[in-house]
């Protein structure tokens, strides 16, 4: 059972860059799917959640209008899209998973992180 972030990498500032978390060993469609960010020595911060059936949608106000994610259960894969990057997106990405398909619920399972720098 895995849980994979994966799409960092370089991106100047203005850029965009699309993230995706796929699952192996399970199927995401019963889950809800959020994304986070870390920084070294800040608190991990949520940025984006989908519930299972993807009927809600909740952003954290630093990503508000820029970011937007989504979810393809055929594929088990949940996606990040980020625009308009900025230096301060720089963080390393992880997705989790709500094994009661909530946003409004603690999330339970973390996967491998991706790097994204927004740089110039």
């Known amino acids: 059972v895995q849980l994979q972030a994966s799409g960092g990498g370089l991106v100047q500032p203005g850029g965009s860059l699309r993230l995706s978390c796929a699952a192996s060993g399970f199927t995401l469609h019963d889950y809800a799917i959020g994304w986070f960010r870390q920084v070294p020595g800040k608190e991990r911060e949520r940025i984006a959640c989908?519930?299972?059936?993807?009927?809600?949608?909740q952003y954290a106000d630093s990503v508000k209008g820029r970011f937007t994610i989504s979810r393809d259960n055929a594929k088990s894969t949940a996606y990040l899209q980020m625009n308009i990057l900025k230096p301060e997106d720089t963080a390393v990405y992880h997705c989790a998973t709500q094994s009661l398909g909530s946003c409004y619920r603690e999330f339970d399972y973390w996967g491998q992180g991706t790097q994204v720098t927004v740089s110039s």
């Open positions: 989908i519930s299972r059936n993807s009927g809600v949608t």
